[in-house]
DNA sequence: CTTAATCTCTATAGAGATGATAGGGATATG
DNA sequence: CATATCCCTATCATCTCTATAGAGATTAAG
């Protein structure tokens, strides 16, 4: 199971990409509309902001907007900010490889073999599919905002 | 990442079903050879038996065997033994569903629909792939133990 | 310049999961 | 009876998750 957080950060990210006209969104109005606690969000907006996925402005008339077009950001990616590496074990990471500590032979670890063939079908579709994909896909939503950074 | 658990149990009932003859394998033994922890061990070996999977013998020369074939334990079933539901959201479990609280429209959920891609691709892997395939491709030991159960 | 709205940052805390460790009880063998 | 093994329960330290809280920084409007 995904973690709350990361759920919370797909949602507003589908919020603020969906923003008709690219206008900002605040934190409150996304936390009203999709029931998220106010101040969680803040955090999970400000680690996406960390991640060079949204821009930000402060004051009045503040919110949020996409820094990177939608269409760039896949699940994948996002998942990774929110909870680590998505692979089923540490020696099958390509960012975050780690050596099983307890492992004899990797390249004969029937363990790591077998995982190697789920992780790698897993992640095909959500390194592929994007916030984008998402949202064209959407019945309700049929207009996807994809890159309207003011010029 | 799956839990040591989990990892601990796939390499216990690796070596059961590996075991030449059919003969029964001390938890001692099996945490020796994978370096396990053994009380921990006793405990995911309890859970196995419990769950269907292994059988005990107690006393001097007991020990473990497999109850059922290994080629009928995928490395799905025993991963939910130990972590539970695999879906990554509980409205895509199909033995744990829940719906989440804060949904308001399950079927135009943009998350649920990626995620039920991601899920569907890894989950056939894990529910297809059992103990024996794993073991049958296994260089170091080509001669797999499938049901060798004492008639 | 003041006020209000918003983002930014850090601290804290309860609940639950994880990964063991420990001790003894039950059972089988010889 | 002695020994080896499985069986069962309790306990514990650490970490992660899911927030909640409060104050500071920035901006716009009046």
Redo the contacts with the bound molecule.
């Keep these: 199971m995904i973690?709350?957080?990361a759920k919370y950060a797909l949602r507003a990210l589908l919020a603020i990409a969906a923003q008709h006209g690219g206008e900002a969104l605040?934190?409150?109005e996304i936390a009203k509309r999709h029931r998220i606690?106010h101040?969680?969000l803040?955090?999970i907006?400000?680690d996406l902001?960390k991640a060079g996925i949204l821009e930000?402005?402060?004051?009045?008339?503040?919110?949020?907007v996409m820094l990177r077009p939608a269409d760039t950001i896949t699940f994948g990616e996002v998942l990774r900010i929110f909870?680590g590496p998505l692979a089923p074990l540490p020696c099958l990471s390509r960012n975050a490889y780690r050596r099983c500590e307890d492992c004899e032979n990797e390249a004969r670890c029937e363990i790591r073999r077998e995982f190697a063939r789920s992780y790698e079908a897993s992640r095909q579709v959500l390194d592929s599919r994007t916030i984008a994909d998402a949202l064209a896909e959407s019945p309700a939503m049929p207009f996807v905002a994809q890159d309207r950074r003011a010029g």
């Design positions: 973690s709350n957080k605040t934190s409150i606690p101040k969680f803040e955090q907006l400000l902001k930000s402005r402060r004051g009045k008339l503040g919110g949020y909870e």
